[in-house]
C-alpha cells in the first residue's frame, strides 16, 4: 500500500523545492483534521488555532525531512502533538513559576445537538494522557502502534490509556435510559 497518493507526493515534491502555491495547497487539505486534532488535546480553541499555525510553520521548515514513510496527516499530527504538549508543559512550567491560578478551560464546540455536546464534555474532561490516545486512536483513526508512536509511548501503554478513556467517558455520560451519571471524570487523576 502506498503511504501517500500521487497527487499529494506532486505536491510535497514542488513544496519540497520551495513551491508556496503547492504548500498552499498541502495546508487546504491538511489544516482542519490538524485543527480538530489541536482543539481536541488543547481543550481551547485560541490555543488549537495557534497551535494548528505553528504546525504548518513547523512543517514549512522541516518539510525536506519528511520521507514519505507514512502518510503526510500522520506526520503533521505528530507535529501538531508535540506542540500541543510543549505548550502545556511550557505553561505548567510558567504557573509554578509564576504561582498564578490556573484558568478555566473555554468550551471546545457548540454541537448542533445535546449528544455531540455531552461527548465533547466527556473528552475534555479525560486526564491528559487518556484524552490524546483516545483522541488519536477514536476519533483520527490512528492505530495503538501509530497512536502510540506519535504519543512516544508503547502501544501497550497507549491501549491501556484507550481503555482508561473508554471507561471514564461511560461513567460520564448519560445513560439512554436518561440518566446522569454525572461522575467526574478526571476524579482518577491524570497519569502520565
Not at 481543550?43 to 488555532?49: G, I, L, Q, T, V
Not at 521548515?61 to 511550557?90: M, N, P
Not at 471546545?108 to 464534555?121: C, G, I, K, M, N
Not at 478513556?165 to 502520565?192: C, F, W, Y
Request: glycine share 8%; hydrophobic share 40%.
Amino acid at each position: 500500500m502506498q503511504a501517500i497518493d500521487s497527487d499529494e507526493a506532486d505536491l510535497i515534491e514542488r513544496a519540497k523545492t520551495g513551491d508556496i502555491a503547492a504548500f498552499e495547497r498541502l495546508y487546504r487539505m491538511h489544516s482542519g483534521r490538524v485543527y480538530g486534532l489541536c482543539v481536541r488535546l488543547a481543550a481551547n480553541r485560541a490555543e488549537a488555532e495557534d497551535c494548528t499555525q505553528d504546525t504548518f510553520v513547523t512543517a514549512w521548515q522541516r518539510l525536506a525531512d519528511f520521507r514519505g514513510d507514512s502518510r503526510l496527516s500522520t506526520w503533521l499530527h505528530t507535529i501538531a502533538y508535540h506542540e500541543v504538549i510543549g505548550r502545556k508543559r511550557r505553561e505548567a512550567r510558567d504557573a509554578r513559576y509564576l504561582s498564578a491560578a490556573g484558568t478555566e478551560t473555554e468550551r471546545v464546540a457548540h454541537a448542533d445537538s445535546a449528544e455531540l455536546e455531552d461527548l465533547e464534555r466527556a473528552i475534555l474532561r479525560l486526564p491528559a494522557r487518556a484524552r490524546e490516545a483516545f483522541v488519536l486512536q477514536k476519533i483520527y483513526g490512528y492505530t495503538h502502534d501509530e497512536a502510540a508512536g506519535i504519543m512516544g509511548i508503547t502501544a501497550g501503554a497507549c491501549k491501556s490509556q484507550v481503555h482508561r478513556a473508554v471507561q471514564l467517558m461511560a461513567a460520564a455520560l448519560p445513560s439512554e435510559n436518561g440518566d446522569d451519571n454525572g461522575a467526574n471524570v478526571s476524579a482518577g487523576g491524570d497519569a502520565r
